[in-house]
């Protein structure tokens, strides 16, 4: 495991708590992205649940540097001991070139998984559907950052391993943007999954786009992070 990949990690949640409004909400956040109970989280810490628990609801004053060294190193040492999922998420990440404000989750699957099993993951709703009807990855990205900071050449690895994929594109707002952008990168994904969207609100060419590089399109409006836990399992 790249003890890059646990450096990079450990700066960033550690700098999103220290810099946040609500030090204590931002730590629950990483707490449960980690899929820690304050039980366990303590444990690692020797200190009681109702230490972290007073840290999470800021009964206690916000936690200074060393507290939050601590805690990070917490989470990242019980990941290590589960077999480092998150850790190799991110390091996937990073190995593919991209910060995470950019990729939120870039993953590829042992076999080949139905196209409606990541939909249901998702929580999705198919708007056109594709020529193929299975992925062996996904990749998610956040469309603001993509659109505005990748090249072609870097846009294009965000497919990973295998452009038979299913790309998931957040901060959607009419989808005119992600779609346009994906049509100078060839080849297409096997999916494209617009973030944050209703289908009443997707822009009026959106399906014909889908239609003529013959991927399947869907809409998503699910938590962000209650999906991406989800496709965790996948």
């Given at each position: 495991m790249s003890q890059r990949a646990r450096e990079e990690l450990a700066r960033r949640i550690a700098g999103e708590i220290t810099l946040s409004d609500d030090p204590g909400a931002t730590l629950r956040k990483w707490r449960t992205d980690f899929d820690v109970s304050q039980t366990e989280l303590a444990g690692q810490l020797d200190v009681s649940s109702s230490v972290v628990s007073d840290y999470e609801s800021g009964r206690r004053e916000s936690p200074g540097i060393g507290v939050v060294r601590r805690t990070v190193e917490a989470l990242l040492d019980i990941d290590v001991d589960r077999g480092g999922d998150r850790l190799?998420?991110?390091?996937?990440v990073l190995s593919a070139g991209f910060?995470?404000?950019v990729v939120h989750d870039l993953r590829e699957y042992s076999t080949a998984v139905p196209l409606s099993t990541f939909h249901e993951a998702?929580?999705?709703?198919?708007?056109?559907s594709g020529d193929r009807d299975r992925i062996y990855g996904h990749t998610v990205i956040n469309s603001i950052q993509a659109i505005s900071r990748l090249s072609s050449e870097e846009f294009y690895r965000l497919y990973g391993q295998s452009t038979n994929r299913a790309l998931v594109f957040t901060n959607v707002t009419r989808g005119e943007s992600p779609l346009v952008a994906l049509r100078v990168v060839t080849p297409t994904p096997n999916a494209v999954v617009l973030h944050g969207i209703e289908e009443p609100d997707l822009w009026e060419h959106a399906a014909d786009l889908a239609r003529a590089d013959g991927f399947s399109l869907a809409v998503a409006t699910r938590d962000l992070d209650e999906s991406l836990e989800t496709?965790?399992?996948l």
């Open positions: 190799r998420q991110h390091a996937r910060e995470s404000d998702m929580g999705a709703t198919e708007i056109e496709l965790r399992d």
